[in-house]
């Protein structure tokens, strides 16, 4: 069996369920409806539906894209908009995971850290367009993470501390994400590459029992433009999460990665639902699953845990 979540922004009403079962009872190949029901209404409802012959995994993201379109559409009017909704699809067994393994820059906070460091430099336009070069996959991340870190040779340590205060702001559902899989067992793991001095005030913030990011090599006050090696790259993040599953003995289904750049790609393609959000679009592309409108309470929705089990934000 398998699992359609349908996830809005308060606006999934009972006539738009009963349209959105109509649309998937008479235009949907995938298989055949069980049942649909709400998880909270107005925000979340469930399709559990047996797969049509040939139905499997694989063909989770295409299901929920073409879902995405048409309900949007029916809720427009035709027109493609009037809702905001994004479609989670997966098997049901193991709905629940046991591991989340997260990216930091743009995925659990709203910015890129070296960008915004940049800026007290007065360069950030010029490390920024390497940044976006990086995360779509055109550069090598190691390269591009050198080279970037070398321009800001000199600037004051201070201005880090700065950039965190001034700039550094937690992305929407993150800390409920992460302090509701905790409460409930899962080990969560913010892997990174940023830097350690954005990423454990950032990890302390949201909950997470570890955090894995680059270290910048500062002396006398002021950053050397270098980093310590070895670099968290792309195989750093995937190595994580398979030493994580390994170290508790889990099935690839009981794990969850999220993330939005290039470098994310490795882990989000090994964990059991990997989530691309908001995400560049050789990544969203490639995904498993996707989450382009909604927060990052989507991830609890997808796992079928309704708001009255959430963590409360600011909860130890």
């Known amino acids: 069996m398998f699992i359609a979540t349908l996830i809005a922004d308060g ?24 049942s649909a029901d709400f998880i909270d209404e107005g925000y979340a409802a469930d399709f559990l539906f047996e797969p049509a012959s040939g139905f499997g995994r694989e063909d989770c993201a295409s299901l929920a894209n073409a879902m995405t379109q048409r309900i949007g559409a029916i809720a427009g009017g035709g027109h493609g908009f009037g809702i905001t909704l994004d479609v989670i699809v997966q098997p049901e067994a193991g709905r629940e995971k046991t591991l989340l393994v997260a990216d930091m820059d743009s995925t659990m906070i709203t910015v890129e850290c070296i960008d915004e460091l940049a800026d007290y430099a007065g360069i950030k336009a010029q490390i920024a367009e390497v940044t976006e070069r990086a995360m779509r996959g055109e550069l090598d991340f190691g390269a591009a993470l050198d080279a970037r870190v070398a321009l800001l040779k000199g600037l004051e340590e201070s201005a880090i501390d700065c950039c965190l205060a001034e700039r550094v702001r937690l992305s929407p559902g993150a800390e409920t994400l992460v302090k509701t899989m905790r409460a409930r067992g899962a080990l969560t793991v913010l892997v990174s590459g940023g830097f350690t001095r954005f ?22 006050g002021k950053l050397t433009g270098t ?67 909604t927060d990052l309470t989507t ?18």
Request: hydrophobic share 45%; net charge negative; aromatic share 4%.
């Open 299 to 316: 991830l609890l929705y997808a796992q079928g845990i309704p708001r009255s089990e959430w963590a409360t934000e600011g909860a130890a």
């Open 11 to 34: 606006t999934l009403n009972a006539s738009l369920l009963s349209d959105a079962i109509h649309e998937f009872d008479t235009e949907c190949a995938a298989g055949k409806l069980v």
């Open 199 to 220: 990423a454990e005030p950032v990890g302390r913030m949201l909950g997470f029992e570890r955090v894995i990011a680059n270290v910048l090599e500062i002396d006398a």
């Open 227 to 293: 980093v310590t090696k070895p670099i968290v790259d792309s195989a750093t993040k995937e190595n994580t999460l398979l030493d994580c599953r390994a170290e508790l003995g889990l099935a690839p289904e009981q794990t969850l990665a999220v993330g939005d750049g290039a470098n994310d790609l490795a882990m989000i393609r090994q964990a059991g639902l990997g989530v691309a959000y908001r995400a560049k679009p050789i990544v969203a592309a490639a995904a498993g699953a996707r989450v382009d409108y």
